[in-house]
């Protein structure tokens, strides 16, 4: 193994650059396995009595793996206040998460980790169709039904609904036409 074989020359007094060059790989590698040999105090005598993977692990342990910062919320009560009121959006339910929780998650992990918790327990369907540019207008609804006043005289009203075109209307002047 080379680490046996890095250590046998180190003791025969082989410069760490002609150690590298035999071994065909960096010096700053060779300088590596000798500082982590240092501070285990081994040697050539003791690293040949040793396995492979014995002098592997004990050069090279295994990382521990960390815990995350913190827990995800309780989704299901997100999804739950969110469908009960549509109005509310993702801020208003971090915002109310980040004040009751002691070690929070940031907004941008807090929608990560929403958006994969609804892919995994959502029965949504969605679907992607590939379209000609101009060949089909998408629209949507432009939020709540509106009342239009039809007749001033008897006051009328006319609930009406308003559709926008996706790609066509910028939010900006979404907002001078109607108070959202």
Known sequence: MKIRDALRMREMDVSNVQISRSMQCGRSTIIEIFRRCDELGLDFSQASQMSNTDLDQLLYPPTLVKEPKASDPDFVYIQKQ???????????????????????LQYS??????????????????LSLERKPGEV???????????????????ELHTVYLFLPLSEIPICFLRGLIRI
């Open 82 to 104: 969110m469908d009960e009121f549509p109005r509310l959006n993702r801020t208003f339910m971090w915002e109310e998460y980040f004040r009751r929780t002691p070690d929070p």
């Open 109 to 126: 992990q807090f929608c990560k980790r929403f958006r994969t918790w609804r892919k995994e327990n959502s029965k949504e369907v969605t």
């Open 137 to 155: 207008m998408e629209v949507d609804w432009a939020g709540d039904t509106m009342d239009l006043l039809c007749d001033r005289v008897t006051g």
